[in-house]
């Protein structure tokens, strides 16, 4: 299996480590022992996921493309931005249920929004310094079509 390896900066400066390869039912068995430096202590948790995910796309005889990202760990700026991102998120969709609601009653209008806020903060994940964003992306040509698919995870910061 032939890897390409490339570094890409993204928005806020946040680094990755780019893998391109194409896995061909030859060398699906390659996909346990992929070298994931920058995956640390989830790398065997990792190697799974990418072998599932090429096992979903049934690829068949076809080849498979596919991209891991793995970033640097996050520095505490960098977290801080994709979290004050996830507040305007979830204050937006508050805000979008509420203001209809607000021109029967504005004060049910307000607590819908503010639960719809709160609810949908407890979703969207809070990054922390040192946590590493990892990013799958998986594609199939031919047979009933086109197929992708895109998966992320994020390894937690366990701590010096």
């Known amino acids: 299996m032939n890897i ?19 896995v061909v039912p030859e060398n699906r068995n390659a996909l346990g022992n992929l070298c994931l430096l920058g995956a640390g202590n989830t790398a065997n948790e990792l190697r799974s996921h990418i072998r599932d995910l090429y ?15 793995i970033s ?13 991102r996830a507040d305007i998120i979830s204050g937006l969709i508050g805000g979008a249920l509420a203001a209809p609601i607000s021109l029967v009653s504005r004060p049910i209008g307000g607590i819908v929004g ?35 698919s895109l998966s992320a995870m994020v390894r937690q910061f366990q701590g010096a």
């Open 4 to 22: 390409e390896r490339t570094q890409h900066i993204g928005h806020y400066g946040v680094t990755f480590t780019v893998m391109r390869f194409t």
């Open 55 to 69: 096992e979903k796309m049934l690829a068949r005889d076809l080849p498979c493309k596919m991209k891991l990202a």
């Open 72 to 84: 640097t760990p996050l520095n505490r700026q960098q977290a801080d931005v994709l979290n004050t």
């Open 114 to 148: 503010a639960t719809a806020t709160l609810t949908v903060k407890g979703i969207i994940r809070s990054y922390h310094a040192g946590d590493v964003v990892i990013g799958l992306d998986a594609q199939v040509s031919g047979g009933i079509g086109p197929q992708r």
